[in-house]
């Protein structure tokens, strides 16, 4: 396998110079596909660095700009904060200050949030201040929902550092004529000459050997509130929320307190590293309401998790975000009717089935915003026995049913339609006459509100979408295949149509209409929509991004098959720090700040970027060139554990280099915990991918693909399975604590004899029991089972992590792409044999991103192949980083470029082999040959494409595209595309709602249980494509529980919600509500990421009554080949959706 891509002619100069570079690799390759490596073990010395020129003297806090409107506090030493007694006039001196904060009082500051972290195992903490608008209108209309919570910042709590006698140091604050007061047993606040005592909670915490104990001190926040006269919202976490201004409501957007709880439920000492902690903790537990649960077993691979808790950081993109979408499954027997919500970077909160599974054919979607946030109403396309139509919040949350009077199934629309608040507008989907009526409902309790008969009618199929009207007020447009009306103002305005049947009609963000029809093209391939303006009918190309294929191989361009520059970028060389690293001097990784691992592409590429077609891979991987500077990293020892900090080490704690083709490479870890790491690989992704962003937006169509990775896997030699590095150790004790919660579980489940996950050890081969042997295909060890799926966890984790950036950046998930090997083809393995290398890919084939990988030889025949794979499951627009038949024969070099095209190639990067292997110059002629025939028969690409279905029209300032759903075959997935007005790709919105079909499994429904028990259900029920039973609980699978429940009493009742595997509790999913008051929902959403067997769900209650329990499993029908999972099934039928405006 390739193990590093730098052109020859550049590598020279990388040997020479550390600096920032693009590399366009587009010459012969290194290496081969072929599996020849490690020659070399590398035993670690018992030396310790030198360090003869002590490092630059920086200041201790400083502020560093990280956007255009951003500067954090750089904190060199975050030892400052526990050593020094900071008064106020310190933390404005050193950066901390929020001067307007600090001049008036609290009650009298505008338009701000203040956010007060109360942690009990730390001796300082932080309040927060966020300077926008929290008014209804403020959260909603904001760029991004974001908050830079690091904006401003001041320390709160006290240092409560101790005098040379022992007695507590006073620290006092002010604000205003509001003095704080923080004392070693007692907080007093002081205002306007009145006095009032605190209650101060005292806690102790162990540090150091010598059983040094430390006073820790929190204040009462209700009684701070109480003084200061502000509204305060608390969560179990210890924030807490005090609202200056007009009172905060917690619950409107997802974006907003949740997101930021999301960020501060992790360890105040990496809070205090702000953003030069590339690794905020994401908990288990994620609250989207008091009464509405997300649980994650390992939410760092999980998309979305990462993404909404990282954008609380402080991270800005650099380009304009777009809306959040909804969408459901689209019209197709086979369908059910899951629906989605996306956020504004395109990644999933949540999904819920909005009917019971026995209601199938898909289901429409349309939102509406209201004082209490956006609702979702929902309606089947086929059932005709549904007669309630049910109504969600944005978070999945039950809210009411709305009941029309007419006829199922019904078309729905979202709008205010001449009301001043969204209502909902309901109609029959297929209607008998000359009129219409539309029911319009209450879009805050479904409450009908009144109806609108419609002189316009049709028998056939009804379409309703909005449409802005002149005076405000929405108007609403009825389409009915070969006629549509505009009813605005109270009048019905008929749309000029030619007389062909369209799929709709819908508003432009461009003025005037745009009809979407299915394809009549000989291809099946092209997607159109026709704007209507002023009576004039145009047709536009709005999928021409979608009929092309890119090849570094082909040598001009045609209609349909480009030429394209394939980009490999390796961040990381190009940072100041490497040119830092001299004379075997390996501090400055560790003590640098972030600037030194800042870096961005150069004019040069910016020029690049809008003359042709380019993928780019910007990434930092585990193979790292043998320079001297990287000499110097790899060969570094821990002083605490005596072994290699950054390499991969194989089970007898030695390195292994890469050996391939004459060319020797280092073997970096990607174990956790590593900062100097984290800063070398994500920071510098981070800000490369948010400056290439800019030249993106400039020219989208010209990005094929963005891929932040490259051939991301652990190998640590031919006999060795797994990265032994110290830190991966640590953290695979952490992955069994986070699954069995005890070391006795671990030693009952797997035969272990560990003491305490301290002393807990990977499977080495070393005879020390059966825990310890390898597995082999006769005979499976568990223990060595889970730790290869540990591997593959740690694996999965940095290429999430990776695509995080990309997301953040601004790139859209359709477009971001994988280069991984595929495992089971390329690199073997099934689960329980004994595989040296770790390359998984089901993760990023169910993330809700785009696919790509590496691939060579002649595979396109064989059964299982990892295309066909993917292609079933739902990956239309796949690429290939790396890619060569290495056919001696032209012709099935040929027959294979050609399945690719029909199947959903996107871009190739052709490897050149002449002077590499043998006959390696007639592979590359054989290549040329397979371009030029596909090219001469000047066909488009039809895979992803093929006419248009639902537009909804977006407008943000300036800013105005139009979403067209790409794709309305009865085979099509679905996908959302912003275009310009003439029809070119915007680059904002690119999303796949769906890729592999979403299977539905009712596991419980309509139970009802009072007073005190417990109900277990087992999480089981999936099947695959043909039938069969598929076993496991595996990433992408949910579980989603909805309890109605009221206490028995006046005293609060309880529901836990535990998951168990294999007779073991997962501790870290456990959740308990307290059931007060009137009737209300509970959710609880169990959503997995690794692979568990025999999971159950245990229901446990208390002084409650359930008068309705309904479980139900969602699950992807994605290949997994690693777990035999190889009858996968795409999503088909296309999409409903509409923006959460």
Not at 89 to 107: H, M, P, Q, R
Not at 1100 to 1127: C, G, H, P, S
């Amino acid at each position: 396998m390739k193990k590093f891509r730098i052109p020859v002619r550049l590598f020279c100069v990388l040997l020479a110079s550390l600096f920032a570079f693009a590399v366009g690799c587009e010459t012969k390759p290194d290496d081969t596909d072929t599996d020849t490596q490690t020659v070399t073990e590398t035993e670690p010395e018992s030396v310790t660095e030198e360090e003869t020129d002590p490092p630059e003297t920086e200041e201790e806090i400083v502020m560093v700009k990280v956007s255009d409107n951003l500067e954090m506090p750089r904190i060199n030493n975050p030892a400052v904060l526990k050593s020094v007694n900071m008064d106020l006039n310190a933390i404005l001196k050193n950066g901390y200050g929020a001067k307007s904060l600090v001049e008036d009082t609290f009650a009298s500051v505008k338009n701000k949030v203040v956010i007060f972290k109360a942690d009990r195992g730390y001796d300082y903490c932080y309040v927060l201040g966020k300077q926008t608008a929290l008014a209804a209108e403020g959260v909603t209309t904001e760029e991004g929902f974001l908050l830079d919570l690091y904006d401003m910042s001041l320390i709160f709590g006290g240092d409560y550092s101790h005098d040379e006698t022992g007695e507590a140091v006073k620290t006092v604050y002010k604000f205003g004529d509001t003095t704080l007061t923080c004392e070693d047993t007692a907080g007093v606040i002081e205002k306007g000459g009145e006095r009032k005592e605190i209650t101060v909670r005292t806690v102790s915490k162990m540090i150091g050997d010598d059983s040094d104990y430390t006073k820790l001190h929190y204040l009462f926040v209700k009684d701070i509130a109480e003084v200061i006269g502000l509204d305060v919202y608390f969560t179990d976490s210890g924030l807490v929320f005090f609202s200056v201004g007009e009172a905060f409501d917690h619950l409107r957007g997802y974006y907003v307190a949740n997101e930021a709880e999301k960020m501060f439920m992790t360890d105040e000492a990496e809070i205090a590293r702000y953003s030069q902690n590339m690794f905020i903790s994401i908990p288990n537990i994620i609250k989207l309401t008091e009464k509405n649960i997300s649980a994650y077993t390992f939410p760092d691979i999980d998309l979305n998790a990462n993404v909404s808790v990282y954008a609380q950081q402080g991270v800005t993109s650099s380009v304009k975000l777009g809306p959040a979408i909804v969408a459901g499954q689209g019209e197709n027997d086979d369908n059910y009717t899951v629906v989605r919500v996306f956020d504004i970077y395109q990644t999933m909160h949540t999904q819920f089935n909005a009917y019971p599974a026995s209601v199938r054919g898909g289901v429409q979607v349309a939102a509406a915003v209201t004082d209490d946030g956006v609702n979702i109403l929902t309606a089947p396309f086929k059932a005709e026995n549904v007669t309630e139509l049910r109504v969600f919040d944005a978070n999945g949350a039950f809210k009411f049913t709305v009941t029309p009077s007419g006829k199922a199934p019904y078309a729905i629309a979202a709008g205010s339609f001449d009301s001043d608040d969204d209502v909902f507008a309901v109609a029959p989907m297929y209607g008998a006459g000359e009129e219409t009526e539309v029911e319009l409902f209450s879009a805050k309790n479904g409450s009908k509100l009144g109806s609108m008969k419609v002189k316009a009618g049709s028998k056939n199929k009804l379409t309703m979408s909005p449409v802005q009207a002149a005076s405000g007020h929405e108007g609403l447009i009825l389409s009915f295949g070969d006629t549509a009306y505009e009813v605005k103002d109270g009048e019905v305005v008929s749309v000029t149509l030619d007389g062909k049947t369209y799929n709709g009609v819908y508003a432009s963000a461009f003025g005037g209409y745009v009809a979407t029809a299915d394809t009549d093209d000989e291809y099946k391939a092209f997607s159109h929509v026709i704007e209507i303006k002023d009576g004039v009918q145009n047709e536009i190309n709005a999928g021409r991004k979608e009929n092309m294929f890119v090849s570094t191989k082909a040598s001009k361009n045609t209609d349909y098959i480009k030429h394209g520059v394939f980009w490999h970028i390796r961040v990381e060389y190009g940072t100041p720090v490497m040119g830092k690293l001299q004379n075997n001097k390996t501090y400055p990784i560790r003590t640098g700040g972030i600037d030194q691992f800042t870096i961005g592409p150069d004019v040069e590429v910016g020029k690049q970027y809008n003359t042709r077609y380019n993928m780019w891979e910007p990434c930092s991987t585990h193979r790292w060139g043998k320079t001297a500077q990287m000499g110097y990293l790899i060969n570094y020892v821990d002083p605490e554990s005596g072994e290699y900090l950054y390499a991969t080490l194989n089970k007898k704690g030695m390195r292994n280099d890469y050996l391939e083709l004459g060319s020797s490479f280092y073997n970096a870890t990607y174990a956790p915990n590593i900062e100097a790491l984290d800063k070398l690989n994500f920071w510098t992704r981070r800000t490369y991918m948010n400056k290439l962003a800019t030249y993106y937006r400039k020219a989208p169509e010209y990005t094929v693909a963005v891929s932040p990775v490259h051939e991301h896997e652990i190998d640590s030699g031919s006999q060795s399975v797994g990265d032994y590095n110290p830190r991966m150790i640590a953290g695979f004790a952490q992955y069994l604590k986070d699954l069995f919660g005890t070391i006795e579980n671990v030693n009952e489940k797997y035969g272990t004899s560990f003491a305490s996950f301290d002393e807990l050890d990977a499977p080495r081969g070393n005879k020390r029991g059966d825990w310890d042997k390898y597995s082999t295909k006769k005979k499976t060890n568990e223990y060595f089972t889970q730790w290869s799926l540990y591997n593959r966890y740690i694996v999965s984790r940095h290429v999430i992590m990776s695509y995080r950036e990309a997301l953040l950046a601004g790139y859209p998930p359709e477009l971001i792409k994988a280069h991984q090997i595929p495992e089971g083809d390329a690199v073997s393995g099934l689960l329980g044999e004994a595989d040296t290398r770790l390359s998984p890919i089901d993760v990023v084939m169910a993330d809700g991103t785009g696919y790509g990988g590496t691939r060579y030889g002649v595979w396109y025949r064989a059964r299982y192949n990892f295309f066909d794979l993917a292609v079933n499951s739902g990956q239309h627009t796949i690429t290939l980083g790396e890619y060569s038949a290495m056919s001696t024969n032209a012709e099935e070099a040929y027959k294979q470029l050609k399945y690719m095209f029909d199947n959903g190639i996107t871009f190739t990067h052709v490897m050149n082999w002449a002077g590499g292997v043998a006959q390696g110059d007639v592979m590359d002629k054989n290549e040329q040959y397979a371009i030029d025939k596909l090219q001469s028969l000047n066909e488009p690409k039809s895979a992803s494409s093929g006419g248009t279905g639902d537009v909804r029209a977006y407008t943000d300032g300036e800013t105005s595209y139009n979403i067209v759903e790409i794709g309305s075959k009865p085979e099509s997935a679905g996908l959302l595309k912003s275009i310009k007005e003439d029809g070119s790709f915007e680059g904002t919105v690119y999303l796949q709602p769906f890729h592999a079909f979403v299977g539905v499994v009712d596991l419980a429904s309509d139970v009802k249980a009072t007073g005190e028990g417990k109900l277990s259900y087992e999480l089981k029920g999936k099947v695959n494509a043909k039938g069969g039973e598929v076993e496991g609980f595996n990433y992408g699978d949910t579980a989603e529980l909805r309890i109605f429940a009221k206490p028995t009493g006046k005293r609060t009742g309880h529901i836990t919600i535990k998951i168990s595997h294999e007779g073991y509790e997962v501790p870290v999913v456990e959740y308990t509500f307290n059931v007060t008051g009137d009737e209300a929902e509970y959710r609880y959403v169990f959503k997995n990421q690794v692979y568990l067997q025999d999971c159950v769900m245990t229901v446990e209650y208390d002084r409650v009554d359930i008068t309705d329990l309904d479980l139900t499993m969602l699950y992807e029908m994605t290949a997994r080949k690693y777990f035999n999972e190889v009858d996968p099934k795409p999503h088909e039928g296309g999409v409903s959706f509409d923006l959460m405006q």
